[in-house]
């Protein structure tokens, strides 16, 4: 495996049109989805999910999905260094 990242596959933004770009094979569409999954933990259908989403969705519909989750990702991480940065500005506030 090549090791396909997520940003590599997908663009990390808004997206006003679909996402084009060259034919990807399906292992490295895999590898792309997995790696915008990285730190989730998985089960049993869940990797079903996984195969199933890459063997249906064509490569443009699977790169708006990687894309989703990595601006998801990237939500996430503002919203908690947002958090850790007015606690820093009021520590009694946040205060156990």
């Not at 396909?4 to 996402?19: D, F, G, N, S």
């Not at 989805?33 to 933990?41: I, N, S, T």
Request: proline residues 4%.
């Amino acid at each position: 495996m090549s090791g396909m990242k997520a940003r590599h596959y997908a663009p990390i933004a808004p997206l006003e049109t679909e996402p084009l770009g060259s034919y990807t094979e399906s292992e490295q569409r895999e590898e792309a989805l997995r790696d915008a999954l990285r730190g989730v933990e998985l089960g049993t259908y869940d990797q079903r999910m996984i195969d199933w989403a890459v063997k249906r969705f064509d490569n443009s519909a699977l790169r708006v999905l990687v894309s989703w989750l990595e601006r998801t990702r990237n939500a996430g991480m503002v919203s908690v260094l947002e958090v850790d940065k007015k606690r820093q500005g009021n520590p009694g506030r946040f205060a156990r």
